[in-house]
């Protein structure tokens, strides 16, 4: 219960350094180099509203011998 309760980023990570800038602090380098992002309040909606999935559609798909019909499964 208590995985499926966390946010999906660290609030203490995230600071605001202005009216129209939030600054999220990475706890590593990303591949990039970067170690931080600057984002408007505007921007950082849209990304997380993107991590939400639309309704009625299954998260998980499974291909292969997993897949509904394959033929090898019984």
Do not use: M
């Not at 990475?26 to 999935?53: H, S, Y």
Request: charged content about 25%; overall charge positive.
């Amino acid at each position: 219960l208590r995985y499926c309760a966390r946010p999906p980023f660290a609030l203490e990570r995230l600071e605001q350094t202005s009216e129209e800038q939030l600054v999220y602090r990475f706890d590593k380098p990303q591949p990039d180099g970067r170690t931080q992002l600057r984002l408007t309040p505007l921007e950082l909606l849209e990304r997380l509203a993107a991590l939400i999935p639309p309704p009625r559609v299954h998260c998980h798909r499974y291909h292969g011998v997993l897949a509904p019909n394959a033929p090898v499964r019984a």
